[in-house]
């Protein structure tokens, strides 16, 4: 009887610490990963960082806007913790989509998770996105630029600081 109860109470504690290791960052500390200063890039004012709940699901969004030659990068980020569901779907039409509609599709290497970038030249817009930990989705995108335009912003991401 004792084991029984000592067996359920561990299983029980350890429940809630793993829910709470996975609970989502909340929009302050989400922002925190997209840095404000990419060099070369000037931060527009625009920036949106929120937590959204959906009936019983719920996950935290940051948006931040760069400029630079006129042109203006979009740097979305995600938390799906709480949506495990809305991450896998998210990753799955992105990489389906971007195969379909890009001339240039090509995987980028990423220690954390599943990135891709592609360029469509006749549309000259280039786009990276990461699957980051199986929680994090992120992309950049940016209309009327190069393939390259994206490789000083998508390399200041500090990747390797996401939670797990």
Known sequence: MKLTLLLLISLISLGASWENSSKA???????????????GY???AKETSRAIKIGNISYSLCEKHYLKEKNEVKVLLFDYADAPIMYTQ?????????????????PYELVVGKAYQ?????QKSAQFFAGINERFFLQISCDNCTQDFLLPVIQSIRYSEFPK
Not at 118 to 122: A, F, L, Q, T, V
């Open 25 to 39: 960052l909340s929009p302050k500390e989400l922002s925190s990963f997209i840095p404000n200063k990419i060099f």
């Open 42 to 44: 000037k931060k527009q």
């Open 90 to 106: 998210v990753m799955s039409d992105r990489e389906k989509m971007i195969a379909v509609d890009s001339v240039y599709f090509s």
């Open 118 to 122: 592609s360029y469509n030249p006749n």
